[in-house]
């Protein structure tokens, strides 16, 4: 597995430490009279190692936020978040002797500590799978934030395109209508054979303003179905039926920038599918690295 290989050393050193900390649990929980428990010096120990780690753990964050602190390097710090941070699941655990305390605000920082670890590894496992499965579904990937001028240049390409064989229609984008930025990426097509209004293209525009440009638009309009290689084509096949061989280097063109809008969709949804679990993992975090340190002030003080 690529995780287990880049982080072997890592790994190593946290099991071996998880190890210990059970081999010396386990003669501890023994002999304790009234069970283990996070009042004993042994589980304050624990707890005061556990949290540790969280704070480390946890220091990830502000270290991505303020690049200008140059303390190691960016990658250890991640794999210090993950092991590190796994280790202090057995370590919170045996502070606490397996239970989830008796006071309100104990459960409330284990269920919160169960939390952030499940949605840690999750957020794990999804960083693993989500850019193979994105290289495969997803060839013409670009940068995630220039989507929106890519669509902006297929949107103004296209209505080019029916200009072109079909005349100038209502709603037509211009040049100066498209984003700020410009387009982001431009698709080679070569030199167009078709230049002229075609005659018998009039099913184009009709096919383009129903289909076509609603998709482009509006993923949810009435061009949904081009959203789909498998209903895409009988309609392009149908169209390219009704039109004159001229039109049909456009309507070519239009497949393309279809199944571009296609892919862009996609690489769109599995982004933010692979960062949403930060809207979980990180406000929680801070929430627990905050109720974690009151709730050691006051097992402390009291």
Same mark, same amino acid.
């Given at each position: 597995?690529?995780?287990?290989?880049?982080?072997?050393?890592? &790994?190593?050193?946290?099991?071996?430490?998880?190890?210990?900390? =059970?081999?010396?649990?386990?003669?501890? $929980? @023994?002999?304790?009279?009234? +069970?283990?428990?996070?009042?004993?010096?042994?589980?304050?120990?624990?707890?005061?190692?556990? !949290?540790?780690?969280?704070?480390?753990?946890?220091?990830?964050? =502000?270290?991505?936020? %303020?690049?200008?602190?140059? &303390?190691?390097?960016?990658?250890?710090?991640?794999?210090?978040?993950?092991? *590190?941070?796994? /280790?202090?699941?057995?370590?919170?655990?045996?502070?606490?002797?397996?239970?989830? +305390?008796?006071?309100?605000?104990?459960?409330?920082?284990?269920?919160?500590?169960?939390?952030? &670890?499940?949605?840690?590894?999750?957020? *794990?496992?999804?960083?693993?799978?989500?850019?193979?499965?994105?290289?495969? @579904? %997803?060839?013409? #990937?670009?940068?995630?934030?220039?989507?929106?001028?890519?669509?902006?240049? !297929?949107?103004?390409?296209?209505?080019?395109?029916?200009?072109?064989?079909?005349?100038? !229609?209502?709603?037509? @984008? #211009?040049?100066?209508?498209?984003?700020?930025?410009?387009?982001?990426?431009?698709?080679?097509?070569? #030199?167009? $054979?078709?230049?002229?209004?075609?005659?018998?293209?009039?099913?184009?525009?009709?096919?383009?303003?129903?289909?076509?440009?609603?998709?482009?638009?509006?993923?949810? +309009? $009435? +061009?949904?179905?081009?959203?789909?290689?498998?209903?895409?084509?009988?309609?392009?096949?149908?169209?390219?039926?009704?039109?004159?061989?001229? =039109?049909?280097?456009?309507? =070519?063109?239009?497949?393309?920038?279809?199944?571009?809008?296609?892919?862009?969709?996609?690489?769109?949804? /599995?982004?933010? !599918? /692979?960062?949403?679990?930060?809207?979980?993992?990180?406000?929680?975090?801070?929430?627990?690295?905050?109720?974690?340190?009151?709730?050691?002030?006051? $097992? /402390?003080?009291?």
């Amino acid at each position: 597995m690529i995780v287990a290989a880049a982080h072997k050393r890592w &790994i190593q050193t946290s099991l071996l430490a998880g190890l210990l900390a =059970a081999a010396l649990y386990i003669p501890y $929980s @023994l002999r304790a009279p009234h +069970g283990p428990g996070g009042g004993s010096a042994p589980g304050l120990a624990y707890g005061v190692l556990g !949290f540790a780690l969280m704070l480390y753990a946890g220091f990830l964050s =502000a270290r991505k936020r %303020v690049p200008t602190w140059r &303390i190691g390097r960016t990658q250890t710090w991640m794999k210090g978040h993950i092991w *590190l941070g796994l /280790l202090s699941v057995p370590m919170i655990f045996f502070h606490a002797g397996f239970g989830f +305390g008796g006071g309100a605000l104990t459960r409330l920082l284990m269920g919160l500590f169960v939390i952030v &670890i499940v949605s840690g590894i999750v957020g *794990l496992l999804l960083q693993q799978f989500i850019p193979r499965l994105m290289m495969e @579904l %997803v060839p013409m #990937e670009t940068i995630y934030e220039q989507i929106p001028q890519v669509l902006d240049q !297929f949107r103004l390409e296209a209505d080019q395109l029916i200009a072109e064989v079909c005349g100038p !229609f209502p709603g037509q @984008l #211009e040049p100066r209508a498209a984003s700020k930025g410009g387009a982001a990426r431009q698709r080679p097509r070569g #030199e167009r $054979s078709v230049r002229d209004p075609v005659d018998g293209a009039e099913p184009l525009k009709e096919f383009y303003l129903r289909h076509v440009r609603p998709y482009l638009h509006d993923e949810l +309009g $009435s +061009g949904l179905s081009l959203a789909d290689r498998l209903r895409r084509r009988p309609l392009f096949d149908h169209a390219r039926r009704l039109l004159p061989q001229a =039109a049909h280097e456009t309507l =070519a063109d239009l497949e393309t920038i279809c199944e571009e809008r296609r892919q862009l969709g996609i690489q769109d949804r /599995l982004h933010r !599918f /692979l960062h949403g679990w930060l809207l979980v993992h990180l406000p929680l975090s801070v929430a627990l690295l905050f109720l974690g340190a009151v709730h050691a002030v006051m $097992s /402390l003080r009291y």
